[in-house]
């Protein structure tokens, strides 16, 4: 799996100019799946994310996780993270998991997210040609790959 994570100070998702899913202060997290993701990916990665020290704290230092700040997490599907750009001017996504792989895992990453943080975590829809808007806070944004565990 690899993930572009974004502190916000809001995000949203919008398919068909409608609004399905939107946070304020929080994680807005792209995934990209591949099929040898495991579950041990999915259970690293999320305690991975929710437990990232990178909120200020109240000396303006990057101190604090999306957990302690009881902040929301926008996940959203994102096939491109697997692009390979080697060979010409058109990548190829060949490294992408095709939805019957990706869907039941993407669902598992939600629930794990979920679990972890104790709260509903937000989406996107699997496959939509969605509109994400955000407003990153810093900029702070975080990529993260499971093969690397980096």
């Not at 068909?16 to 990916?41: C, R």
């Not at 994102?78 to 895992?105: E, M």
Request: hydrophobic fraction near 40%; charge should be neutral; charged fraction near 25%.
């Amino acid at each position: 799996m690899k993930v572009v994570i974004q502190r916000v100070t809001n995000a949203s998702v919008t398919v068909n100019n409608v609004v399905v899913a939107k946070i304020n202060t929080g994680l807005l997290v792209l995934l990209g799946i591949e099929d040898s993701d495991t579950n041990e990916d999915i259970i690293w990665l999320s305690n991975k994310i929710v437990n990232l020290r990178i909120f200020n704290d109240e000396d303006g230092v990057m101190n604090k996780s999306v957990l302690e700040l009881h902040g929301d997490i926008l996940l959203v599907s994102q096939f491109t993270l697997h692009a390979s750009t080697k060979k010409g001017n058109r990548p190829s996504y060949i490294k992408a998991s095709k939805p019957n792989t990706a869907i039941p895992i993407y669902e598992k990453m939600k629930i794990q997210l979920e679990q972890d943080c104790n709260k509903k975590i937000e989406t996107g829809i699997f496959g939509a040609d969605m509109k994400v808007s955000l407003l990153n806070d810093g900029p702070v944004t975080i990529i993260i790959d499971t093969k690397n565990k980096e």
